[in-house]
C-alpha cells in the first residue's frame, strides 16, 4: 500500500506470464492449447501463471455473448510465481466466443483471453 494525499491505495505489482485455455491440467500444467474449441467437448479450463501477485485476491471472469457466466475467485500464495486454474462446464448451445478475464482484488484486467465454441465441421465424401 502506498499513501497519498492522506489516502491509502493499493499499488498492484505482478503480472500474467501465460494465460491457456486447455482440455486438461496434468501435474499443475496445461496439456494443449486451444484456441477453438468443438462443441463436442464439454469442458474447458483456462490455466493462468501469475507472478509477483502474492497475497491478493485474483478473479477470472468467464463471459459469453457478453454475459457473465461465472467468477471464480482465488487467494495467491506467497512466493514469486503462483499458478491456478478454473474450469467451465460447457453446453453445446453455448457456441460461440467466450472470454475469461484475469482480474485483481481492485478490479483491474491483468489480462484477456478469447476462444471459439464451435461445432465441429461436418466431413463431407
Not at 499513501?3 to 491509502?8: K, L
Not at 467451465?88 to 457456441?95: F, G
Not at 478490479?107 to 471459439?116: I, K, N, P, Q, V
Request: charged share 20%; hydrophobic share 40%; no cysteine.
Amino acid at each position: 500500500t502506498e499513501e497519498i494525499a492522506g489516502e491509502t491505495q493499493i499499488v498492484t505489482t505482478g503480472h500474467v506470464t501465460r494465460a491457456i485455455f486447455t482440455t486438461a491440467i496434468v501435474d499443475r500444467e496445461p496439456i494443449d492449447t486451444l484456441e477453438t474449441l468443438p462443441t463436442t467437448i464439454d469442458r474447458v479450463f483456462f490455466f493462468t501463471d501469475l507472478r509477483g501477485l502474492g497475497g491478493q485476491i485474483v478473479t477470472h471472469r468467464w463471459e459469453h455473448n457478453d454475459q457473465v457466466m461465472a467468477e471464480i475467485t482465488f487467494r495467491v500464495g506467497s512466493g514469486a510465481r503462483w499458478r491456478v486454474y478454473s474450469s467451465k462446464n460447457l453446453l453445446p448451445e453455448w457456441a460461440g466466443t467466450w472470454k475469461v478475464t484475469i482480474n485483481n482484488e481492485s478490479g483491474e484486467t491483468l489480462y484477456t483471453g478469447m476462444f471459439e465454441y464451435a461445432a465441429a465441421a461436418v466431413a463431407t465424401e
